[in-house]
């Protein structure tokens, strides 16, 4: 069965104030519509027969079928019974989606609901969380201020979609989701990279009403100049480096990185293979050549790195990526996003899955930021070097499974979004983590340098 997936182009909401903020006759209208732009994107990746819903495509993910019940018991933990006061639905089942106390590799031998009782039992917590929404108080509690629990579960389905999407890139056989190509190329000439100058900016967010509680609270950092690539490495200047035997040459590898790629024979990106004299890839059941001009895609940390070091390089750190993205020099504040403070619109970045690639580079010139780096936002997601740990004056909220949990060395940060990632779940100054091996996920990367002596 195909199914035709739906461009998750922003609906028509409210706008949002220049420190995020949205009226407060409108915040139920907004939290309404990222939750049934949510739902209308999980129902496209589920609409497919009962055999692929349930099959393990890769130890690395869930059944998707795991998934879809996964959102609806969320949202039935934090908006019918919490926000909401109500009966439980299904408190039996809370143990058997909970996402800490099953590997994914293990989700498939568990209970789980069918296909159909998952659909249905979805449809009847949104019939309820809805129901919530209409009589929730939007203040006096931080969990419903600005209708905040709304827009976690918003947000947290559509990482979810996002993972679903990585699923359906994994699976094997015909295609079955499709979209159209992503715009062509139409900003002009441009710089290699950017210097980015000396100073301090405001790094994080205390006021965007939605921003979950890694990205709090905002706090000055200074950063020393630096240069950054204008674009994300493209794929065909990753492809020099693997020709020029980057796989091959433990010079330009950590310890881990090269004992990582040797013992998994990893000789080229996730999904890339040669033949015919040429580069090919495998994306979403298609085998086609690999663009030379579009980011290069399904790369770890470890190959980011490798591949900055071969060119001279290496990976910028969070607070480089995030002052590139978001600190406008001619006012010395920090941008909710690189183009402003206004929402994401189709001109100003690849996001929400209306395209099932990334865009060449150069395709956004309205998405740059002020400094002139290009798509910082949406297509891949960019690997920093960055750990992931919390900011000074860090709170868990509203639990610690969310963020505190992870921090430490085991995880690399990431930043941007990709053109899997929904609107609703990025701005610049939201944090992604995993693991340095990772390479199923949607993940690219740009290059940094230290400025020479007198430079910038």
């Not at 020099?240 to 024979?265: C, K, L, Q």
């Not at 790195?305 to 071969?310: F, N, P, R």
């Amino acid at each position: 069965m195909s199914t035709e997936t739906s461009p998750q182009t922003p609906a028509r909401t409210p706008s949002a104030t220049a420190n995020g903020n949205v009226a407060p006759e409108d915040i139920r209208v907004r939290a309404a519509a990222a939750l049934e732009r949510a739902r209308t994107r999980t129902a496209a990746l589920t609409d497919i027969d009962d055999d692929e819903l349930t099959r393990q495509h890769s130890r690395l993910m869930s059944p998707l079928v795991w998934d879809l019940a996964h959102v609806g018991s969320q949202e039935e933990i934090w908006l019918v019974r919490d926000v909401g006061g109500r009966e439980p639905l299904r408190p039996d089942i809370d143990e058997l989606y909970d996402a800490f106390r099953h590997a994914r590799a293990d989700r498939p031998a568990l209970p789980l609901l069918g296909p159909a009782e998952a659909r249905a039992y979805v449809d009847q917590v949104r019939r309820k969380a809805l129901d919530t929404l209409e009589s929730a108080p939007m203040e006096g509690r931080r969990l419903t201020e600005s209708a905040f629990a709304f827009g976690m579960i918003a947000q947290h389905e559509q990482q979810h979609d996002e993972t679903m999407l990585a699923t359906h890139q994994l699976r094997r056989g015909e295609p079955l989701l499709h979209a159209p190509a992503p715009p062509v190329r139409r900003a002009g000439p441009a710089p290699e990279e950017v210097v980015v100058p000396a100073g301090r900016f405001v790094m994080g967010t205390s006021a965007e009403p939605w921003a979950l509680d890694n990205e709090r609270p905002a706090h000055e950092v200074f950063v020393d100049g630096f240069a950054i690539d204008t674009f994300p490495v493209t794929c065909d200047r990753y492809a020099a480096f693997v020709d020029a035997g980057g796989y091959r040459d433990p010079r330009w590898w950590s310890t881990e990185g090269w004992d990582y790629i040797t013992a998994h024979g990893i000789t080229a990106p996730r999904f890339w293979r040669f033949d015919g004299g040429r580069w090919w890839r495998r994306r979403f059941g298609v085998y086609e050549p690999v663009p030379d001009d579009e980011p290069v895609l399904h790369v770890s940390f470890h190959e980011a790195e490798a591949y900055a070091a071969w060119a001279g390089r290496r990976l910028p750190t969070e607070a480089e990526w995030e002052k590139a993205a978001r600190h406008d020099p001619a006012t010395g504040r920090s941008r909710r996003y690189p183009w402003g403070d206004d929402e994401p619109g189709p001109d100003h970045a690849n996001l929400g899955q209306r395209h099932l690639r990334p865009a060449p580079v150069g395709a956004y010139p309205a998405g740059a930021s002020p400094l002139g780096v290009h798509q910082l936002i949406g297509d891949v997601w960019e690997w920093t070097s960055s750990d992931f740990a919390g900011y000074p004056g860090f709170q868990a909220f509203p639990y610690a499974e969310y963020s505190e949990v992870f921090f430490g060395g085991r995880y690399k940060v990431l930043r941007g979004g990709s053109f899997g990632t929904d609107p609703v779940a990025i701005r610049g100054t939201f944090r992604n983590w995993d693991f340095p091996i990772r390479r199923q996920i949607f993940t690219g990367f740009r290059c940094a340098r230290d400025l020479a002596p007198g430079e910038g």
